[in-house]
């Protein structure tokens, strides 16, 4: 699923040859993977964030958007137009979020890489990462409540 202005980053499909494919992998091989930044502050991370819509990937696949708005509020989507409102907030060197369905925190470290964030869930390495795949200033795209509910 996509959201409004989803784009992912990369090489689409094309009609390159086996041989040219072999050394595109190769060269990607030889160039170093983009060095995450040291993980960032409270401050960092609203500065960066505040006023924003992030769409994020997991293991190469489409993961879901949040909003990122003023006061520590966000909004999160998993891209189905459903959209759960919420706040973080800080705690030791995590970033916790509380979302309106969940009242358990789900506790996040941030980084900045040359590609933009990475977030690592906290106590669950099963959930590996999550990446930043494009920055909007446009508002998450959320549909509303389900008639009848």
Not at 72 to 77: F, G, I, L, M
Not at 108 to 136: C, H, N
Request: with cysteine; proline share 7%; charged share 20%.
């Amino acid at each position: 699923m996509k959201g409004p202005g989803f784009r992912w980053r990369g090489v689409g499909r094309s009609g390159i040859s086996g041989a040219m494919k072999r050394l595109i992998l190769i060269a990607a091989l030889c160039v170093p993977a983009p060095a995450a930044q040291a993980q960032m502050s409270a401050e960092e991370f609203d500065a960066y964030t505040r006023g924003h819509t992030f769409y994020y990937g997991a293991g190469g696949a489409p993961y879901g958007g949040e909003e990122y708005l003023d006061n520590r509020r966000v909004r999160w989507s998993f891209l189905d137009g459903e959209c759960q409102d919420g706040y973080w907030y800080e705690e030791g060197e995590l970033i916790c979020f509380v979302y309106e369905n969940n009242p358990d925190p789900q506790c996040w470290t941030f980084q900045r890489s040359d590609d933009g964030l990475i977030a690592q869930f906290a106590g669950e390495p099963a959930m590996s990462e999550l990446y930043e795949v494009e920055k909007s200033s446009e508002p998450l795209m959320c549909l509303g409540p389900t008639p009848g509910m």
